[in-house]
């Protein structure tokens, strides 16, 4: 049997050195389809496309071993700095990040809590939130009780001894501003958690997050920074930074050790974050604009459809391409093309059609993105800058082909 290491016979031993790669896709070997990602940064479809430079500090990263709570330190102190926080640290994911920052306000550093929990009887244990969301599970999971509240007001009456954290999503347009609701916390002495996973790029974003002033906060390493995808990165005061990392692996027995993340993940996100912040953004946006424009011409010679670039305004803002049509002129819906597109060779991945990322007991809905001022509406979008050069040649024609032949 061949073997994924070489695509032949395994090496007898890893004495035996350093074997060449295949040059077919190790996925191919596998019977896994590859795809075509339009569909932007998401877990569901493997996040972003790890650059040669961070894979090569991960490479170095896996050549020795390491003590997991030094190599977190002294990572987390350059990638501080980087925002200007005090301290960070590298979880698995940013879901991971809100986790073990919810156990650590519950918990601290005191082994007795830590070993306790999810058991928070007797603990500050409440969690404010604005709204509920598919990621308050990462909040309740160590043992913390939500508590929701629609204004300024509740927010002010609901703080008490019990109080461990509040926590937000940046863009959340729920009933209670952020300024307003970090000026409470930090007047309440109330740590302030700042869920951030999508807001980069742009890099210098995480400054301005710094400056909005929570205890802590959270960006995805696998999405906008393109690094490993199973990483984010918690900022934040350093007494709060010890104690998620105290909550979480290598240590046995914390609520958040299943958790675990890996120094080639640690180096790796540091890598990426090192490499995003050497990149022209602006230059990026250029190229990725050209790519999106070529969608819009090949479409927009199609009587009835309508094609045009836009970016979003909070959250992955890079150069979209919105496409509309009439769906009873047409006789496709929306859900039809994008099942088209999944069908065919290469598979195609694009925003619209039906949600599979979210656990949900009936039908999952449409993907619903975000409809800022300024921003059109669309039935799918293609997004920019998880396309490899050439991809957006294919998405135009498969696309033209689907709704020319609708069209006839």
């Known amino acids: 049997m061949g073997s994924l290491l070489t695509g032949a016979a395994a090496p007898p031993s890893l004495a035996a050195g350093k074997e060449k790669l295949p040059s077919e896709s190790i996925y191919a070997e596998l019977g896994v389809r590859t795809l075509i990602n339009g569909r932007g940064i998401a877990t569901f479809y493997s996040s972003s496309l790890i650059p040669p430079e961070v894979h090569r500090a991960m490479e170095r990263a896996s050549e020795h071993f390491v003590e997991i709570v030094e190599l977190q330190k002294a990572v987390g102190a350059r990638l501080a700095r980087f925002a200007g926080a005090e301290a960070a640290m590298v979880c698995s994911g940013s879901a991971a990040c809100i986790a073990q920052a919810t156990a650590g306000c519950i918990a601290g550093t005191d082994p007795e809590k830590i070993a306790r929990l999810p058991d928070t009887e007797g603990m500050k244990n409440q969690v404010i939130l604005t709204q509920r969301s598919v990621w308050d599970r990462s909040i309740a999971l160590a043992g913390a009780r939500l508590v929701v509240v629609r204004s300024l007001a509740e927010l002010e009456s609901a703080i008490n001894e019990k109080t461990a954290m509040m926590e937000m999503e940046y863009g959340d347009n729920g009933p209670v501003k952020l300024q307003d609701a970090i000026a ?21 974003r995480l400054r301005y997050l710094e400056s ?18 199973c990483t984010g990165i918690l900022f934040g005061r350093k007494p709060l930074i010890e104690a998620a990392l105290r909550n979480g692996s290598p240590y046995e027995g914390s609520i ?24 022209d953004y602006k230059a990026d946006c250029k190229v990725w604009e050209a790519r999106m424009q070529h969608i819009v011409d090949v479409l927009s010679a199609i009587l009835g459809v309508h094609a045009q670039i836009y ?16 769906e009873k002129a047409f006789g496709l819906t929306r859900q039809q093309c994008v099942d088209a597109l999944r069908a065919g060779e290469p598979q195609i991945e694009v925003v619209g059609g039906q949600y599979r990322e979210m656990v949900k007991a009936d039908e999952p809905p449409p993907i619903k993105e975000a409809h800022h001022p300024g921003e059109p509406d669309r039935l799918i979008s293609i997004v920019s800058d998880t396309l490899k050069p050439g991809e957006e040649k294919i998405i135009a024609e498969r696309l033209k082909e689907i709704l020319a032949r609708s069209r006839a």
């Open 184 to 204: 409470v916390c930090k007047r309440r002495g109330v740590p302030f958690m700042l869920d951030a996973a999508s807001m980069c790029p742009p890099f210098e």
């Open 212 to 229: 909005l002033g929570p205890d802590l906060f959270c960006v995805s390493g696998g999405k906008g920074f393109f690094g490993p995808q």
């Open 256 to 279: 958040c050790r299943p958790m675990k993340v890996g120094k080639e993940e640690i180096v790796g996100a540091l890598a990426a974050v090192e490499w995003s912040s050497r990149r």
């Open 311 to 326: 970016y979003r305004q909070i959250g992955h803002e890079v150069p979209h391409c919105a496409v509309s049509w009439d």
